[in-house]
């Protein structure tokens, strides 16, 4: 005999709520039953944080029921964890110490939960209960507020964008826990594999409305595809209704005279409708990079390059070459060195040892997940235009500010908002918005996936996969680095560097334990990886190297001189040619100029192919 099916632990029926002159949402009915997982997906703007609060109870609809089993524990991870602590005359009675000394025992502790069980739950997730929450980064901040929910023991937990600012082996932390969990899950993500993991069932927010997938979210694409194809066709068939009926109601009244009241009024709602169904229809993101001017093949040559602050080795002995076009992702723990790295590739930071060829012609781009540059008291329209005024160049032409900023699906009324009204992902969209106005040949992006939604994502790769400069990629995002590297460097924080051919799959595949505790003895590098290796005793003899033939090594030598001198040359003729009189006064010397410069830049690729041949042969012979 089955048993019947459990109540929901919380269900909404018919809600409504209203944001402005139209609903946030509208008639939405959806369940959360005990030990399910699932994810809430939608649009940037939607209303997903929205309604996990009216779920929650801490927001009341305007209209429909909520209800939920009595004694229901609920927890909840917001996308910007507060860890202060409590007012001053609450804390120093359960205490009576000074703020300052509030720690993450405190913080985690400070709801339902037993101290030894907060503390046994920071330790979980990596970090030390005595520690003081002032002065945390992001991860130790979202691993702290995680961590306090955990130790609540909820029914229901909720998390909105847990991801964020967590590293690869956090959020794998965290999958594991969830999924061995008693308690139900609620999640709003932008992080496919990590969903793809821990979900069951999917709640789509769209169009003010939620459909239910009772299914993971591995199944969502195509499931929401049909959906969409269905409605699309179903608007289709209302237009020609409308047109039909518009048709047979005006030649009606022309034939008989008479107006059928009952059928205008059913051609109006019909009208209506269609009209809410197009406003409804979401706004599609307007994405474009300029790659601006060719750089040479060679990006970077870096060979045997290391970087220690104090006795703490950050990466060593990394020998690796970015040629134009490659996408290199790097990975690692927070903390592991990834943006000391970038710095390093870039030649921003000296390395303590190795050499570091940057190659010509670069004009690189870095969109820094820090968000340095926005303040809060800033409004959308100076972020756009910081030098003043009513329009800002866009990859060589003039856009009026308010048409730029509607390209990233912001309003008008947005535009004299400050940015602190501004969600996590619309402050990300302002960031690509100013970053992608300029001309870059090197894009170098450190976590740009944070609080973006998936339609947000899907965009920006389809706009990197197109993008012909080179990129380089910071991301804590699998399913991301897996779309979009062709290699990857990962760091393990201990010192050790490792690159493989491909994504965040492929790394796994071929560096098993890379990223694990130390081992207690050496393994050797796995094949297709190249492997930083410690240092050969100095008593042991070398071994004998190859050595490029009479003839290579000088055009090797050659070679690197033109690398340094055109260049220069090529900066030469184009300052001649940035006098925009020069044709008018003198076009036979606009002439010369021209061809030096071509000259000079075919002259730049040949050398250019040509060390990197010679390079690759001396390497091969050296064995």
């Known amino acids: ?73 609920f927890a909840y991870v917001p996308q910007e964890p507060d860890l202060s602590p409590p007012s001053s005359s609450e804390r120093e009675v359960a205490s009576g110490r000074a703020a300052q000394e509030w720690t993450l025992a405190d913080y985690a502790a400070s709801g339902e939960a037993e101290r030894w069980t907060a503390e046994s739950w920071l330790e979980t997730f990596g970090l030390n209960p005595n520690k003081s929450t002032q002065g945390l980064s992001g991860g130790e901040i979202r691993r702290a507020a995680l961590a306090k929910a955990f130790a609540e023991e909820p029914d229901l937990l909720l998390l909105d964008e847990p991801t964020n600012h967590l590293d690869i082996l956090a959020i794998e932390l965290l999958e594991n826990e969830l999924i061995q969990a008693r308690f139900a899950l609620l999640v709003v993500s932008h992080d496919r594999a990590f969903l793809n993991r821990v979900t069951d069932t999917v709640h789509w927010l769209e169009g003010r409305r939620v459909r239910t997938l009772n299914k993971g979210f591995v199944e969502f694409d195509d499931w929401a595809a049909k959906v969409m194809e269905e409605e699309a066709e179903s608007l289709r068939r209302l237009t020609k209704r409308i047109e039909a009926e518009t048709y047979t109601f ?116 870095y969109l820094d997940q820090s968000r340095e540059g926005l303040k809060s008291d800033m409004t959308l329209w100076d972020a756009l235009t910081p030098g003043g005024g009513d329009s800002i160049l866009v990859r060589g032409r003039s856009m009026h500010v308010a048409a730029y900023a509607k390209d990233f ?87 050790d560097v490792v690159e493989t051919p491909g994504g965040w799959q492929d790394f796994l595949r071929q560096n098993p334990g890379f ?28 071994k004998k190297q190859a050595k490029l033939s009479y003839k290579d090594a000088r055009r090797l030598e050659e070679v690197e001189k033109l690398m340094e001198t055109l260049p220069v040359e090529i900066a030469k003729q184009d300052a001649i040619l940035a006098d925009p009189d020069l044709y008018s006064r003198d076009p036979a010397a606009f002439d010369r100029a021209m061809k030096a410069a071509e000259k000079a830049r075919a002259e730049l690729e040949t050398a250019e192919l040509d060390w990197l041949e010679l390079e690759e042969k001396k390497a091969a012979l050296a064995g």
């Open 409 to 495: 699906l912001f309003q008008e009324a947005q535009l004299k908002q400050p940015i602190s009204t501004l969600s996590g992902g619309e402050r990300n969209r302002l960031l690509l918005a100013r970053a992608l106005a300029q001309p870059a040949n090197l894009l170098i992006l450190d976590e740009p996936t944070n609080d973006l939604d998936m339609d947000t994502l899907e965009k920006l790769e389809e706009l990197l996969e197109s993008y012909d400069g080179t990129l380089i990629l910071v991301s804590h995002d699998r399913d991301f680095v897996d779309r979009l590297a062709t290699s990857t460097i990962a760091l393990n924080g201990r010192g």
């Open 250 to 365: 005006y030649r009606s009244i022309t034939a008989q005279r008479t107006r059928n009241e009952g059928r205008a009024r059913a051609l109006q709602q019909m009208r209506l409708d269609r009209a809410e169904r197009v406003k409804d229809i979401p706004r599609e993101l307007n994405l474009g990079v300029d790659s601006g001017g060719a750089s040479g093949k060679l990006v970077a040559d870096i060979k045997g390059v290391s970087k220690a602050f104090g006795d703490r080795v950050i990466f060593k002995n990394l020998t690796t070459r970015i040629i134009r076009g490659d996408r290199l992702a790097i990975v690692g723990p927070n903390g592991a060195g990834k943006t000391t790295l970038v710095k390093v590739l870039l030649g921003e930071l000296a390395p303590d040892e190795g050499t570091v060829r940057m190659g010509a012609n670069l004009e690189p781009l």
């Open 1 to 73: 005999m089955s048993m019947a099916p459990r109540p929901p632990l919380v269900a909404l029926k018919d809600v409504r709520l209203q944001d402005g002159p139209r609903p946030l949402f509208d008639g939405v009915d959806m369940a959360m039953e005990p030990r399910s997982r699932a994810a809430l997906v939608g649009r940037n703007g939607a209303g997903k944080s929205t309604l996990m609060k009216v779920v929650m109870g801490l927001i009341e609809p305007d209209s429909g029921d909520r209800s939920f089993q009595a004694g229901t524990r």
């Open 515 to 542: 990223l694990a505790p130390p081992p207690t003895h050496a393994e050797a590098a796995p094949s297709g990886a190249r492997r930083v290796e410690k240092a050969e005793p100095s008593d042991r003899a070398p």
